[in-house]
């Protein structure tokens, strides 16, 4: 009996992203209410196990929420007000008396962070209006030429490209206007380009090859615990047809992809699954991308697993991909000029772009 809990909490968690977080909260209920009452050896560690990884989703989505609501101008009560009762209801869910009680906790927070994105985009211009003019400048000058973005643990995070120092930055803000410096140990930094959420943790890519020269590639695997990083895991990687260029890594159906930036050669994607450390592990070659205007070049990526799209980032656009089928391009495009722009993170309804001259770029998705 233990087996088959184990089995189907499991089995639940490594699933693909539903395309709404709300739909995977009413199919835990059920799996709760199974557990419940058949009663296996040791359910019920295995629905806190299930709670704890909803509950950092849903966390994720209430701040992002809020930083939608700290982006948009004029304010929106309704919105605001949808917002605090999201963060109200996600605080109460961890002081609540029954597992039960907090998944309903976290189902109404799912919901309200919905609602408020919701209210936004009814009073917000769509996604190419909203890309034209930054909304925030990085104040802080330690990030210098930030290369790579990412929504993880309900913040943002960037860092310098090659040659600084071995950290991330940390922020709960778009603008990075308070953000904590947080070294990565163990790592070095040749010439990082992108992150990438995979499986829960951060990947730090140090991947780019200007001259296609390198022979060290490498990708970090990275844990946070709130405070500090931890070093999880060092991928040594290389292209089964010799050294590409690629500033654009992305995790899609537990496997990360490298999506090469095109100087000559075409926009080229390589999936590694199975990444094992002390070894080179070499890229599968999945083809290739036919991103807008030939010779674009793909600078960031992202995945939306709320729609199931991948998002890639060039010089002049943003574009929406199916993850399924890379080879036809595009489902559609968005032109968007942002100088340098080489970060782009997904956070709830939220685009964010940010570019090596410190602008930052928002837009809600349509």
């Known amino acids: 009996m233990r087996a088959l809990a184990l089995l189907l909490v499991t089995s639940f968690l490594a699933a693909p992203v539903s395309a709404a977080l709300v739909d995977d909260l009413r199919e835990a209920k059920k799996l709760v209410r199974r557990l419940e009452r058949d009663e296996p050896e040791g359910y019920e560690a295995l629905i806190d ?3 704890d990884d909803l509950d950092g989703r849903v966390e994720g989505e209430v701040r992002a929420a809020t930083v939608a609501i700290d982006l948009h101008a004029p304010s929106i009560p309704r919105a605001e007000r949808a917002a605090r009762r999201a963060t109200g209801r996600h605080d109460r869910s961890g002081d609540a008396a029954s597992r039960r009680k907090r998944l309903r906790l976290l189902r109404k927070a799912a919901t309200g962070a919905r609602r408020t994105f919701r209210l936004l985009r009814r009073r917000s211009p769509d996604e190419a209006t909203a890309l034209k003019q930054p909304v925030a400048t990085i ?3 330690r990030i210098d030429e930030g290369s790579g973005l990412a929504w993880w643990h309900g913040a943002f995070w960037t860092m310098n490209d090659g040659g600084g120092q071995a950290v991330l930055f940390r922020s709960e803000t778009a603008d990075f206007a308070e953000s904590t410096m947080v070294p990565v140990p163990g790592a070095t930094n040749v010439d990082w380009e992108d992150l990438a959420v995979h499986e829960g943790d951060l990947v730090v890519a140090d991947v780019g090859d200007n ?11 990275v844990t946070f615990d709130g405070a500090a990083l931890t070093l999880a895991a060092t991928w ?3 292209y089964p047809d010799g050294p590409h260029d690629v500033e654009a890594v992305v995790s899609i159906d537990g496997a990360l992809h490298a999506i090469t930036k095109d100087r000559g050669e075409g926009t080229l994607v390589y999936r590694f699954a199975d990444l094992r450390e002390g070894i080179v592990n ?3 070659f999945l083809g290739a991308i036919p991103l807008g205007t030939e010779g674009e070049k793909a600078t960031a990526a992202d995945v939306d697993a709320e729609r199931g799209e991948l998002v890639v980032l060039t010089y002049v656009g943003v574009h929406f991909l199916d993850p399924a089928d890379l080879g036809s391009g595009p489902v559609r495009s968005l032109p ?4 340098q722009a080489e970060g782009i993170a997904v956070a709830g ?3 964010v772009i940010t570019n090596e001259q410190r602008q930052v770029f928002a837009a809600l998705r349509r």
């Open 49 to 51: 196990d299930l709670l």
């Open 139 to 141: 104040p802080d000058d």
């Open 211 to 221: 001259g296609r020269t390198r022979d060290d590639l490498v990708l970090y695997r």
């Open 236 to 238: 040594r990687i290389s």
């Open 282 to 284: 070499v890229g599968e």
């Open 336 to 339: 968007f000029f942002g100088l």
């Open 349 to 351: 309804d939220l685009i």
